[in-house]
Structure formats: structure tokens, C-alpha cells
């Protein structure tokens, strides 16, 4: 299991335009990716819906996992898109 | 789905920000008018986010619309918005969730895309003017429940 702890630097939070560059990538994978609290459950990253509901906001750390070939790239990719300030 | 403001319906592909045609499909809507307007629930159900900005409802079978007031109103320190409900609130099609001063924009768009989380595709049933409470769209089926974690 691939992990990876990434902070929510968008000022927005995962929402709106970030939500929906992540869920767009996250699409991508082949495998189940999930993203969540430390605290909490975690929901899959490829549902906006579920995302959108999890509402993380600016600074928060959030926790991403995946399985499977090809899962290290695929967390990179998204904790790029959790760690990228607003354009 | 119907409209949270009166205003002009404008095709998605028409909203200065293509990232919101990646949230699913629908319409967007520029409000009519000038200084303080209300947006109203577009379908009942619990009010699964509610940011200054934006708001999303989920409704009882699990499809969610998302209403985003204004482009690039996310990072506007004051942007005008009153929220008069709170998240996880149940609401009826038709009732206020936000009110907002459009002369806070600050020089953006007021364009309020509104949006069928993960739908593929809606069927418009508005052009023009619309009124709130004018039907926007209808969905074209329901997504599958078990997506929505």
C-alpha cells in the first residue's frame, strides 16, 4: 500500500477547481485510490461527490493511498494537485 | 433542476473556466440585476458543502448539483456572501442559501455555473431568461449510488 500525507494549500481548500483538477487525475489510475483525514474515514478520490462531501480545507493534511502497479506515480501526481497553491 | 437566480442561461462551454465542465454538466446562469440577489436551492436534499461561494445539495437519491457564484469569487476576502443555512442542513427546492452583493465582485464574472455532479450529460430546458424557480435541466439518467462514497 502507497501513501502519502500532503497538506491542502489551496486557499479554496479541495473544492471547486482543485477538487476537480484531483478527481481528474485520480481517474486515471487504474486501481482504487482513496483520500482522507488521519481521523476519519477515507472516500474515493475518483468520486467528485465524495471529495467535494469531504470538504478539506486550506492547511489540512490529508492522506492518500492506492495500490497496485503504478500507485507511487499516481499519488505523486496527486499530491501535487492537493499541495499546489491557487494559480 | 432549477434555476437559484433569475438571470440569462449561458452554455457551460461559454463560462471562462474550463474546470467546471469537469464536474459534471449543466448550465451556467448570469444574474439579473444589480446589488444584493438570493440563491435558492435548486433541488431539495442536505446541503452536502456550503462555502462562502459555493454550495452543493445532495438529494435523497444521491444525485448533487453544485452552485458556484460568481468565477474566481473563491480567493475574493469579502466577497459579498452571506450564507443563511449551514452545511448539513436538510432544505426544500425554492428556500434561500445565499445571499450576495454583486457589487462586491471586485471585476469578475458573475457567472453561477450550475452543475450536475458526474453526470455526463443533461438535457437543458431553459434558454434566454429564466426566473428562479424556471426548471434549468433535467438529468439525463441518475449516476450510480455506489460512486458516491
Not at chain 1, 495500490?67 to 497553491?85: N, Q, R, S
Not at chain 2, 444584493?36 to 436551492?41: D, G, H, P, Q
Not at chain 2, 426566473?131 to 441518475?142: A, I, K, Y
Request: include cysteine; aromatic fraction near 4%.
Amino acid at each position: 500500500m502507497a501513501e502519502r500525507h500532503v497538506k491542502v494549500e489551496s486557499v479554496v481548500g479541495l473544492h471547486s477547481r482543485p477538487a476537480a483538477e484531483f478527481v481528474k487525475t485520480a481517474a486515471k489510475a487504474p486501481m482504487d485510490v482513496s483520500i482522507g483525514r488521519f481521523t476519519g474515514e477515507s472516500v474515493n478520490a475518483k468520486s467528485i461527490l465524495a471529495v467535494l462531501a469531504l470538504d478539506a480545507r486550506h492547511g489540512e493534511q490529508l492522506r492518500l493511498r492506492a495500490e497496485g502497479d503504478g500507485a507511487e506515480e499516481i499519488l505523486d501526481a496527486l499530491a501535487k494537485v492537493i499541495a499546489e497553491p491557487d494559480a | 433542476m432549477y434555476a437559484p437566480l433569475a438571470g440569462s442561461v449561458i452554455p457551460l462551454a461559454e463560462v471562462p473556466d474550463p474546470a467546471f465542465g469537469l464536474l459534471g454538466a449543466g448550465v451556467a446562469v448570469e444574474p439579473a440585476g444589480q446589488g444584493e440577489v438570493t440563491a435558492r436551492a435548486p433541488i431539495s436534499g442536505t446541503l452536502l458543502t456550503l462555502r462562502s461561494h459555493a454550495f452543493a445539495i445532495l438529494d435523497d437519491q444521491g444525485r448533487a448539483v453544485l452552485v458556484h457564484l460568481g468565477i474566481d469569487t473563491a480567493g475574493l476576502r469579502d466577497g459579498g456572501f452571506t450564507r443563511l443555512r449551514a452545511k448539513g442542513d436538510r432544505i426544500r427546492v425554492g428556500e434561500p442559501v445565499t445571499r450576495w452583493n454583486l457589487t462586491a465582485l471586485a471585476g469578475r464574472s458573475p457567472l453561477c455555473p450550475v452543475i450536475a455532479l458526474e453526470a455526463p450529460e443533461v438535457t437543458r430546458t431553459a434558454a434566454g431568461t429564466v426566473q428562479v424557480g424556471d426548471r434549468l435541466f433535467v438529468w439525463n439518467n441518475s449516476p450510480s449510488k455506489e460512486d458516491h462514497g
